[in-house]
């Protein structure tokens, strides 16, 4: 059975810093694309991801590029999302989740997904 499971959300103040973590089980990662997604209070998920990556190389959103890097430890088959110089507008929800044949870093793609972890940033 495919499993996502993400921690390392919390609150935190404009400017810090906190390191996401998607840990797998079911699924191996030089099989799958992992992507990062976001969801701001009130609103849909997004439809493009935050970061996204798998053996064909990552992807970071426009939003983000430079602030958030993502990475992956294949022995540990765990996902990171490292989120530097955090805005208040980068407060919601992330879902981490995963596509056995990755294309494109789109929530369209994804089959497996993850219950989400919660960032808050104040200002």
């Known amino acids: 059975q495919s499993q996502l499971v993400e921690s390392g959300g919390g609150s935190i103040q404009s400017g810090g810093s906190l390191r996401l973590a998607c840990s797998l089980s079911g699924i191996t990662l030089d099989q799958y694309g992992i992507g990062w997604f976001h969801q701001a209070p009130g609103k849909e998920r997004d439809h493009e991801g935050t970061?996204?990556?798998?053996?064909?190389?990552?992807t970071i959103g426009e939003s983000v590029k430079g602030r958030f890097t993502i990475s992956r430890d294949i022995a540990k088959n765990t996902v990171y999302l490292q989120m530097n110089n955090l805005k208040p507008d980068d407060t919601g929800i992330y879902y981490c989740?995963?596509?056995?044949?990755?294309?494109?870093?789109?929530?369209?793609?994804?089959?497996?997904w993850g219950q989400g972890t919660q960032v808050t940033v104040s200002s």
């Open positions: 989740a995963a596509v056995n044949r990755y294309y494109y870093c789109s929530a369209y793609e994804f089959d497996y």
């Open positions: 970061a996204c990556i798998s053996d064909k190389g990552l």
